[in-house]
């Protein structure tokens, strides 16, 4: 007998005005919009999204959290981020399959070892537990790991970051657009944002394909499309929009109990609970907004997963999809509001960092929109650093440390 | 993502030869009188067009050319430039 499913979150009509519209139904948008509902009282939000909710980055990324980041203004947000996820699943009251199985980051190189020992000791200087490795303590936890000189580049130690895990990411995106209507939130899928209504360095509006909304607040959360969302007002940011891949293998036996990432053979990779090897891989150097996909990827995960692992060999992948990824210079975030144009907020630039950062940026920035100051643990993301000659020191990290320096 | 790149030497050959070098911002501003926003401007900021843009390419694995193609982003597929559609 067919069932008949409700809508979790509806599929209410359009309204001539919203006191904040959230342009991008993802899980920064999502979260943004619940917490506005939740903790500030705004509840005439719309949230307004091109195709279906977790479409776009949020249905894309392998789902990987941790909170090992390098600087400490990123480490603090992760880390808070971090310890949201249980919080958020019991108050949604939606099974979000988190998995703390802990994250092993490899170095193949003195460099390496070196970058990791700095983020090491940030992370535990803020009381995030993680540590140091050798090369045969990251085989007493990943036994397929080959340790041996036959790699191309040697394993010679791991961070081991045991709070990080894997989610669910449509569950997160699920969970989060059906907290948001439970609490009044209207979310206008296959709904096109056109234009930014502009009157005197104020916005007044948003110009959608299914009609024009009023609105004095609009936050820009659409993931690598917020570039051109940012055009559509002349706004230019220091983003690169770069496509990348990932992939699932076929169901096996659970053999891999940790998320295990290297940066130097370009590939992380973790076995979701229903047994497939999840895995991604670098970007293409080259900006797109299209997600298709290349055989070059297949192969290039291939050999490095079963370089660093043999016995994948003669897995098969099952299926790879591509996502875009905002790239800032500085791997930071831009968040940014009421400069240049007042009432327009810009989350954007999370590179590959936007799932994990998801909820808890959420939050914060719903105290921003609802209060127009900038939250302390936002401050530091803002546009104008790169002007000021700021950047953050994100990408002292080990995958720009290679066998190559 | 995949798409062929036509390097005015070796003419169309697959992207992954190629290096890619930015979208072309026109030359490096004056010194006299030049602000860090309008430097930051110049380094950091990028149109990043949804649509035909002007960009550079280095044939890596080829001829070792720098030249600009027109690209759309949208699909991945060189463009005539507007002046040649004329």
């Excluded at chain 1, 036994?143 to 010679?156: E, V």
Aim: glycine share 10%; aromatic share 10%.
């Amino acid at each position: 007998m067919p069932i008949k499913l409700k809508s979790l979150w509806g599929k209410p009509p359009l309204k001539s005005g919203y006191d904040v519209v959230i342009i991008g139904g993802g899980i920064h948008g999502l979260a943004t919009a619940y917490f506005l509902a939740r903790d500030h009282g705004v509840k005439d939000v719309a949230v307004i999204e091109r195709r279906f909710v977790g479409y776009g980055g949020s249905g894309r990324n392998t789902a990987i959290v941790r909170a090992n980041q390098r600087s400490q203004e990123n480490l603090k947000l992760y880390d808070e981020g971090l310890k949201l996820w249980p919080r958020l699943i019991a108050e949604l009251d939606f099974n979000m399959m988190f998995f703390n199985c802990g994250n092993l980051n490899l170095a193949h190189s003195e460099a390496a070892i070196s970058a990791l020992r700095l983020q090491v000791v940030t992370a535990q200087f803020y009381g995030v537990i993680s540590e140091l490795l050798d090369a045969r303590q990251c085989r007493e936890i990943v036994p397929a790991l080959d340790i041996s000189d036959r790699l191309t580049y040697p394993i010679l130690g791991g961070m081991y970051h045991p709070p990080g895990g894997t989610l669910r990411h449509d569950a997160v995106a699920w969970g989060l657009a059906k907290g948001a209507a439970a609490k009044g939130v209207r979310i206008h899928q296959y709904t096109e944002v056109t234009g930014l209504k502009v009157e005197q360095g104020r916005v007044t509006g948003v110009v959608t394909d299914n009609g024009p909304i009023r609105t004095p607040r609009v936050l820009i959360a659409a993931g690598g499309y917020s570039t051109l969302l940012a055009g559509l007002v002349g706004l230019r940011l220091p983003i690169h929009v770069l496509p990348i891949q990932a992939m699932v293998s076929q169901p096996v036996k659970p053999f891999l109990h940790h998320v295990v990432s290297s940066g130097a053979y370009h590939v992380y990779c973790n076995q979701s609970l229903k047994g497939e090897l999840v895995t991604g891989a670098h970007m293409d150097p080259w900006p797109t907004y299209t997600t298709n996909v290349t055989a070059q990827y297949i192969k290039h995960q291939a050999e490095a997963l079963t370089e660093l692992m043999p016995v994948l060999k003669g897995l098969r992948f099952m299926r790879i999809w591509a996502g875009l990824a905002d790239m800032t210079p500085d791997m930071a975030p831009i968040i940014q509001g009421n400069d240049p144009i007042e009432g327009l907020y810009l989350d954007c630039g999370w590179g590959y960092f936007g799932f994990k950062s998801g909820p808890i940026t959420g939050k914060y920035l719903a105290q921003y929109l609802a209060t127009a100051e900038c939250p302390e643990a936002l401050k530091p993301f803002t546009l104008r650093r790169f002007e000021q000659g700021r950047p953050l020191g994100e990408i002292a990290t080990p995958i720009n440390y290679g066998p190559w320096n | 993502m995949s798409f062929m790149i036509t390097c005015p030497i070796c003419g169309r050959r697959d992207l992954y030869e190629f290096r890619f070098g930015g979208e072309e911002r026109g030359p490096r501003p004056e010194e006299d009188g030049l602000t860090p926003r309008a430097y930051c401007e110049y380094v950091h900021m990028r149109t990043n067009a949804g649509g035909p843009q002007q960009e550079w390419w280095f044939h890596r694995d080829g001829c070792g050319l720098w030249f600009t193609v027109r690209r759309n982003t949208l699909t991945n597929r060189e463009v005539s430039p507007p002046e040649a559609e004329g």
